[in-house]
C-alpha cells in the first residue's frame, strides 16, 4: 500500500477476535462518513469473517468509504466458527491481524494502528505468551517498555503500572515514574497540549499521610516530581488519588499519573466509558484502540455500539494527522 495522499493518513485496522464484537463494530465505525474522511482505512483481517458480520448488520463491504481490506486468510473458513466461543483459532487469527498490521507501521505503509478487541484466553490457547495489546506491539516494535494512555474528551491517564499484579504495582522506581511522565507529556503534545498541566498520584491512601499509610509516595514519587519539574514537566504530586481525578475532570489538570491499573482504570471508565481510548506509549509507531472487549455475549446480534471504535478511529487520525505534519518529531 503506498503512500501518495498526504492530506490524510493511511491507518490499519484490526479487526480482533472474529468470534466477538470487533468486525461488527469496525465495520459500523467506518461506515459512518464523518469517520471514513479523515483517513484512507485498510482494514486487516479475513474477508470471510467481515462478510459474515456484514450481512447480520445489512452492511455492505463495497460500500465503505475510503477503506481497503488486506485479507490475511487466516481462518480457513469463517462459517464454521461460532460467534461469542473461545477459540484458538480465532485467537491466531487476532493475533496475526496484529502483526501484520505493526508490521506495516513499521515499514512505512501506514501512519498508525487501531485495534479492535481480541480475547487474551483464546490467544493464550494458541502456546502465545500473551498479557495484552500493549506488551505484544511494544515486543514486535523491539522495545521493552511502553505504556498506556486511556484518553477522552474530558480527561487523560497515563499508568506506570498496567498489566502487571497489585503487588508487582507496588515496586515503584524513580526512573519508571518520570519516564512515564515524559511520555505522557510527549503523547500530550499530540493530542494539542503543547505543555499539559500533569497530576501524580500517590501510591497509598492520602499519597502516604507523610509516611503513617507507607513510605513508597515519599521514597519515589517525591523525588520523581521533583525530577520531572527539574526537566521542565509542569508537574504536581504526590496527590491524594481519591481527588485528583475529580479535580481533574473539573479542568485543573491536563493529565493524570496512575501508579497501578485499576487506580487509572476506574475513573477513566466510569466518566466516559464509551469514548474513551487507549493509546499505547513509547513506541515507535501509533497505536490507539477502544477500551472495552470482545463482548462475546452479544457477538453476532447486530447489539454491538461503535462508539468507542469511533472515538478510537478519530483520535488515530488526529494523531497520525499532527505526525504527518511534523516530521522527524516522533510520535
Avoid at 493524570?256 to 506509549?281: C, R
Wanted: aromatic content about 4%; glycine content about 10%; hydrophobic content about 45%.
Amino acid at each position: 500500500m503506498p503512500k501518495t495522499d498526504k492530506t490524510v493518513p493511511i491507518i490499519a485496522v484490526t479487526i480482533g477476535d472474529p468470534a466477538g464484537i470487533g468486525p461488527e463494530v469496525v465495520l459500523k465505525a467506518l461506515s459512518d462518513p464523518a469517520v471514513a474522511a479523515l483517513a484512507q482505512w485498510a482494514i486487516v483481517g479475513d474477508t470471510s469473517a467481515l462478510e459474515r458480520v456484514a450481512k447480520i448488520c445489512g452492511l455492505a463491504l463495497a460500500g465503505l468509504q475510503g477503506t481497503t481490506i488486506r485479507d490475511l486468510e487466516a481462518l480457513r473458513n469463517a462459517s464454521g466458527l461460532e460467534f461469542g466461543r473461545l477459540d484458538a483459532a480465532c485467537g491466531a487469527a487476532a493475533a496475526a491481524y496484529v502483526r501484520h498490521a505493526t508490521q506495516m507501521c513499521l515499514r512505512g505503509e501506514t501512519d498508525a494502528i487501531v485495534t479492535a478487541p481480541l480475547n487474551k484466553a483464546a490467544v493464550t490457547l494458541t502456546g502465545i505468551r500473551f498479557t495484552g495489546h500493549t506488551e505484544f506491539i511494544a515486543e514486535l516494535c523491539g522495545v521493552e517498555e511502553s505504556r498506556m494512555l486511556l484518553a477522552n474528551d474530558r480527561l487523560r491517564v497515563v499508568h506506570v503500572f498496567t498489566h502487571v499484579s497489585l503487588q508487582q504495582s507496588c515496586r515503584l522506581s524513580l526512573a519508571r515514574i518520570v519516564g512515564t511522565i515524559e511520555l505522557g507529556s510527549q503523547a500530550m503534545r499530540w493530542l494539542g497540549f503543547e505543555r499539559p498541566r500533569i497530576a501524580v498520584c500517590g501510591l497509598n491512601p492520602h499519597a502516604g499521610e507523610d509516611g503513617l499509610f507507607g513510605e513508597e509516595d515519599r521514597e519515589f514519587i517525591t523525588p520523581a516530581v521533583e525530577s520531572a519539574r527539574n526537566l521542565g514537566f509542569h508537574c504536581e504530586g504526590p496527590l491524594p488519588a481519591d481527588t485528583t481525578f475529580l479535580r481533574a475532570a473539573r479542568g485543573a489538570y491536563d493529565l493524570v499519573v496512575a501508579m497501578y491499573h485499576d487506580q487509572g482504570h476506574i475513573p477513566m471508565k466510569l466518566l466516559d466509558f464509551e469514548n474513551t481510548v487507549n493509546v499505547t506509549l513509547g513506541l515507535p509507531i501509533i497505536r490507539t484502540s477502544v477500551d472495552h472487549g470482545t463482548a462475546f455475549d452479544i457477538a453476532g446480534k447486530n447489539r454491538a455500539d461503535p462508539s468507542n471504535m469511533k472515538a478510537a478511529l478519530k483520535m488515530a487520525a488526529t494523531m497520525a494527522a499532527r505526525r504527518v505534519n511534523r516530521p522527524g518529531s516522533g510520535t
